[in-house]
């Protein structure tokens, strides 16, 4: 399974509308130039992820122009599309920081609600609802499981997941900068703990003033790093999965068949 990161900047002299259309066109592209069978983009990419101030204004429908733009680029590309997240705002006015994945064929296969929210008592943590479910999306080649930046410091929604059968975490940030060592731990300590490859998406740039790490990274289920973004430039990282190896791994190390808690 051949998988592309889009590490992109979220420009704040931009439109988000502009934005959309330039996205919707790289993917296109990357699909094209790298073949890939999995495009992923990082964390709330129309707005950044600390532009806490735009979140209301921006918020759309689950089923919004974002969604209408990204499943239309799927749909042309003919590649599964995690489209990073979107500010939404639910039916009863509620938001949700929501991750979208795309089938080949243009369909929502899977909508995930972030559930760890961060900021502490501001920010998102205050803005935004937390989610309630865990959720998976099986391609013919792996089941994915979703996840989204912050939550990557909670490693017992990951062994939810695993136990869900995923074999693949998706997971599109906006991490900040000064914490970069943190996301490259995090993400090598839960392909190691889970046997499963890790796919984390970053932004690149700064987004409303806060410098991001960018450092895009994709880890196999040993902890090797297969590849990752020297920093926090706007770049495409692209990586082919031997997903035989989560099984292999799993069955040289059973580490998981000695879990004794839950």
């Known amino acids: 399974m051949r998988a592309s990161l889009l590490q992109i900047a979220v420009d704040d002299d931009e439109s988000v509308n502009s934005r959309r259309q ?3 066109s790289l993917v296109r ?8 069978a999995l495009v992923v983009l990082p964390e709330l990419w129309t707005t950044g992820a600390f532009a806490y101030e735009s979140f209301d204004a921006e918020a759309e429908p689950l089923r919004g122009p974002t969604y209408e733009v990204m499943a239309k680029a799927a749909r042309e590309s003919g590649v599964w599309l995690h489209a990073g997240s979107i500010p939404e705002r639910a039916p009863d006015g509620g ?4 991750s979208l994945v795309f089938s080949p064929e243009g369909e929502l296969a899977a909508s995930y ?7 502490f008592d501001k920010g998102e943590a205050v803005m935004m609802g937390a989610g309630t479910e865990l959720v998976t999306a099986r ?8 996840a989204t930046c912050y939550d990557l410091r909670f490693p017992e929604l990951f062994r939810g997941l695993v136990d869900a ?10 991490w900040p900068a000064r914490r970069r ?7 090598r300590a839960r392909a190691v703990e889970d046997q499963v490859f890790v796919l984390a998406c970053g932004t690149a740039g700064t987004h409303a003033g806060v410098p991001q790490a960018g450092a895009s990274v994709v880890v196999d ?7 990752e973004a020297d920093g926090a430039e706007e770049v495409v990282l692209t990586v082919d999965l031997d997903l035989a190896r989560v099984a292999e791994t799993r069955e040289e190390f059973p580490a998981l068949k000695d879990r004794r808690l839950p």
């Open 22 to 24: 330039r996205v919707s």
């Open 29 to 36: 592209e990357v699909a094209e130039r790298e073949r890939s």
């Open 95 to 98: 938001l949700y920081n929501t």
């Open 113 to 119: 609600r972030k559930i760890h929210r961060f900021g």
């Open 139 to 146: 391609t013919p080649e792996a089941v994915l499981g979703l």
């Open 165 to 174: 059968g995923a074999e693949v975490f998706v997971v599109p940030a906006g």
């Open 181 to 187: 060592a943190h996301w490259s731990l995090f993400a």
């Open 221 to 227: 289920p040993w902890g090797e790093v297969l590849a």
